[in-house]
């Protein structure tokens, strides 16, 4: 909840200070409590933006009810919630139909409240999700939490910007994407951008648990619970208590394992192998696959129930090949240790793969380049050849241009880096060569569209 900011504002103090405990206690980090309107509504006025708004209805000097038509004239996707001690259907209406989310009665206990809260934000995440999707320029704002992650297409961009939003509900999150495209890093940057970044990050290769010790592995053991067990065991649950637990590969979980792992979504109860005490996990669950699960499910190899339990979130990795912008990006950052360099013309097969491996494949041959290389700097020689056309189409331009006129190779030329960097300046010049300014100034010379 950290990343939610929340204005209160009650004139009750003593309730006020007891709303401060509950929030601070649930994580909420970007609290303000005000116990006067009318400097709540200097704030408002101020265009500060919140996330959640809570409002006693009747307060001296200004009413709750004019703080919310404040708020919603100010920013709509706002959530607010109206207290009051006096149960009045006609007020509570009047709020709801301006917008309010809901409307409590007090006295309330903090559960009941963060019942309320967290539902409201849960429907602002899923408006934000929609907006999202819906806009060109992204970015997250906390970028310490996705700084593992390097990328400048617009399709990685949305998807970490929709991976933030996840971040910050407690449903269980489904990464799906082909292999190496960075699931695992994606979901320790969920972790980091989470209320729950200071626990522990707890990852599990579900391809590597035999099923004959899942239970143990999973829930952990007693003491003599079988043969060997000489000492209580802490299990991956129990391990991520307060954190986020990652499922990779969760596909490869055997179908008769996989209600033991529903009842632990669905009741967060489990039990350690050789005890009947029930225990209570808070872990979140952040799962992966490279397998489509809805065509496990069709062929009766996944069960749905837990599928649709898993797509509580659910965020998608484009593959290396959808998103090219990227990849001049990757290749400086595994070059940057060696102190070396990439030539335009290998800069330009590499751009032109479509690397089935993914990032994965990439700094693989960039590893290998670097060993062939020796210190210089990497070049056609150094690359394997790569089943690509397009790389051999961009090569013969940039080598062969001896039966055109040099203006029209050098737009023949760019036209085609440009256009295999997506349209991306700051990608195509790298391949080029050249200074960005240069790139457009050349665009603009020829007339490139």
């Not at 090949?321 to 102190?339: Q, T, V, Y």
Request: charge should be neutral; hydrophobic fraction near 45%.
């Amino acid at each position: 909840m950290r990343n939610y900011s929340v204005l209160v504002v009650d004139d009750e103090v003593p309730f006020l200070n007891g709303i401060r405990r509950c929030f601070s206690a649930a994580g909420f980090q970007r609290l303000v409590f005000l116990s006067d309107p009318v400097e709540a509504a200097k704030i408002i006025l101020s265009e500060a933006s919140f996330d959640l708004c809570l409002f006693d209805v009747n307060m001296p000097a200004m009413s709750g009810d004019k703080l919310l038509e404040l708020v919603k004239g100010h920013s709509a996707t706002t959530e607010c919630i109206m207290i009051s001690a006096l149960d009045d259907a006609r007020t509570a209406l009047a709020c709801l139909k301006k917008g309010a989310y809901d409307y409590l009665l007090k006295p309330l206990t903090c559960e009941e409240l963060l019942s309320v809260v967290n539902r409201s934000l849960e429907r602002r995440r899923l408006i934000d999700l929609v907006a999202v999707r819906n806009q060109d320029a992204l970015d997250v704002d906390d970028r310490e939490a996705f700084s593992s992650i390097l990328a400048q297409s617009e399709k990685m961009k949305r998807v970490m910007r929709e991976a933030e939003l996840h971040a910050r509900g407690n449903l269980p999150v489904l990464i799906t994407g082909e292999s190496g495209t960075g699931k695992e890093l994606l979901a320790q940057a969920i972790h980091r951008a989470s209320s729950r970044a200071e626990e522990p990050f707890v990852a599990v290769n579900m391809a590597a648990v035999a099923g004959s010790v899942f239970e143990s592995e999973f829930f952990g053991h007693v003491k003599g619970a079988y043969t060997g067990a000489d000492r209580d065991r802490a299990g991956h649950i129990e391990s991520a208590a307060g954190g986020t637990i990652f499922l990779d590969e969760i596909g490869d979980l055997p179908i008769e394992l996989q209600g033991k792992l529903l009842r632990v979504l669905q009741e967060r109860e489990y039990m350690k192998v050789g005890s009947s005490a029930l225990r209570i996990t808070d872990a979140r669950f952040v799962t992966a696959t490279h397998a489509n699960l809805e065509r496990m499910v069709e062929r009766g190899k996944f069960r749905p129930d837990l599928y649709y339990r898993l797509k509580g979130s659910w965020v998608h990795l484009p593959p290396l090949r959808e998103r090219r912008e990227d990849i001049p990006l990757l290749i400086d950052h595994f070059l940057a240790e060696s102190g070396t360099s990439i030539q335009p013309e290998a800069l330009a097969v590499l751009m032109a793969y479509d690397y089935p491996g993914n990032v994965r494949e990439l700094h693989s041959l960039i590893l290998s380049a670097l060993t062939i290389a020796r210190g210089c700097p990497i070049s056609l020689q150094n690359l394997p050849t790569l089943p690509t056309k397009k790389s051999a189409i961009v090569t013969r331009q940039i080598v062969d241009n001896n039966n055109l006129l040099l203006s029209h190779a050098e737009k023949a030329h760019i036209m085609s880096v440009y256009a295999l960097a997506g349209r991306n300046k700051a990608a195509a010049a790298k391949m080029l060569g050249i200074g960005l300014s240069t790139l457009h100034r050349k665009i603009k010379e020829y007339s490139i569209l």
